[in-house]
Nanobody, 121 residues
Framework: QVQLVEAGGGLVQPGGSLRLSCAAS????????MGWYRQAPGKQRELVAI???????NYKDSVKGRFTISRDNAENTVYLQMNTLEPEDTAVYYC???????????????WGKGTQVTVSS
């Protein structure tokens, strides 16, 4: 049973910072791409940041320069450092990872249950 568990969400004032983490556990042979999506009320889920195994990264334009994605391959963990947060960043943040449980398994995309980030004064 493979699962992703997020942590680090909460309430923060505009201009503040939060660090999200997401740990993968279970029967994992290897992990490919890891990333973060978010979904605000009444809106579609959108990509925030993604990081490949070679550490190449991509960001949503509105978070470039404010958010940083990183990963610890030894711990099967991905992080999202969020600085200079804005009310528009308020959403449920979901972790995602492409993983396989054996060398012959197909790659599957897994999702965490999400963590709430609220930016408000």
């Amino acid at each position: 049973q493979v699962q992703l568990v997020e942590a680090g969400g909460g309430l923060v004032q505009p201009g503040g910072s939060l660090r999200l983490s997401c740990a993968a556990s279970g029967s994992i042979f290897s992990i490919n791409t890891m990333g973060w999506y978010r979904q605000a009320p009444g809106k579609q889920r959108e990509l925030v940041a993604i990081i490949a195994t070679g550490d190449s990264v991509n960001y949503k334009d509105s978070v470039k320069g404010r958010f940083t994605i990183s990963r610890d391959n030894a711990e099967n963990t991905v992080y999202l450092q969020m600085n200079t947060l804005e009310p528009e960043d308020t959403a449920v943040y979901y972790c995602t990872a492409q993983m396989r449980s054996t060398s012959w398994s197909a790659w599957r995309t897994y999702w965490g249950k999400g963590t709430q980030v609220t930016v408000s004064s």
